[in-house]
C-alpha cells in the first residue's frame, strides 16, 4: 500500500468492517459513551484473551462495580471469579485493585489523559495506554495490537518488527485523521479476514492494493 493509497483503502474498509463484529473494547466504547474507566479495564481483561470470552467478563465485573471505589471493595476472589476464564485472570485479579488503589490516590479516582502517565499504572503498555486515550476520551492515538502490527506490514505500509515499532512507524506517516479508526478498522479485518496464517485474499475487499509480505499461503 502506498501514501497515496491510504485514502482509498480507509474508504474501503470502513464500508467492509461494518459487516463484521466490533472489536470489544470499541464495542463498549460505543454502548457505554466516553468511559475511561471501562475503557481501562475491559482493555486489561483483553489481553491475550478472545473477545467473546472479554465481553462476558467485561460485562458481570461491571455488574458488580464500574468506578474505582467500588472495585476496591471487592476481593481478589471476588475478581477472580467474576473475570474467569480471561487470560491470566488470577494475575488480572490483582492488577485491577492495584490499579484502582492509584487511581484513587494519585488522580482523585479520574483516569489520566496522557500516555505517558497511564504507561505508569500497573500492566498497561502502550496498546491499552492508546485505547484508553482513542476510545475513552477521543484523543488522538494510534492502538497497535498484533493485528494492526502484522496487516501493515503485510500491506508493505511499514516495514517493523514488533508492535511498538509500528506504532512509532505509523505516528510518522498516518495521516491523523485515520489514527483513531485504524485500529478498529484493522482489528476486525484481522480477526476475520486477514488471519494470521492462510489469510482469505480471495475475499480481501482491498487486495489489489496489498504487497502481501511474508504471505506464503493464501485462501
Given at each position: ?25 470499541s464495542?463498549?466504547a ?26 462476558k ?129 484493522l ?33
Amino acid at each position: 500500500m502506498q501514501q497515496k493509497d491510504v485514502p482509498a483503502v480507509m474508504k474501503i474498509l470502513e464500508e467492509e468492517v461494518k459487516k463484521l463484529p466490533l472489536p470489544i473494547v470499541s464495542e463498549y466504547a460505543i454502548k457505554e459513551g466516553r468511559n475511561p474507566f471501562k475503557t481501562l479495564i475491559s482493555t486489561v481483561l483483553s489481553l491475550r484473551t478472545k473477545d467473546s470470552t472479554t465481553s462476558k467478563a467485561t460485562d458481570r465485573i461491571f455488574a458488580l462495580a464500574d468506578n474505582p471505589k467500588d472495585m476496591m471493595r471487592l476481593s481478589v476472589k471476588k475478581i477472580e471469579e467474576a473475570i474467569y476464564p480471561v487470560g491470566f485472570y488470577k494475575t488480572k485479579a490483582k492488577r485491577i485493585p492495584e490499579i484502582c488503589r492509584i487511581l484513587l490516590g494519585k488522580f482523585n479516582g479520574k483516569v489520566p489523559d496522557e500516555i505517558d502517565v497511564l504507561l505508569t499504572l500497573p500492566g498497561v503498555g502502550r496498546k491499552t495506554a492508546n485505547l484508553v486515550l482513542t476510545q475513552g476520551y477521543g484523543k488522538l492515538g494510534i492502538c497497535v495490537d498484533t493485528h494492526v502490527h502484522r496487516i501493515s506490514n503485510r500491506l508493505g505500509y511499514v516495514k517493523t518488527k514488533n508492535p511498538e515499532k509500528t506504532e512509532f512507524a505509523l505516528r510518522k506517516k498516518l495521516p491523523t485523521k485515520y489514527w483513531i479508526p485504524y485500529n478498529d478498522y484493522l482489528v476486525a479485518w484481522g480477526q476475520n479476514i486477514c488471519k494470521p496464517v492462510s489469510p482469505f485474499c480471495s475475499k480481501c475487499a482491498v487486495f489489489n492494493y496489498c504487497d502481501r509480505v511474508g504471505v506464503e499461503k493464501r485462501r
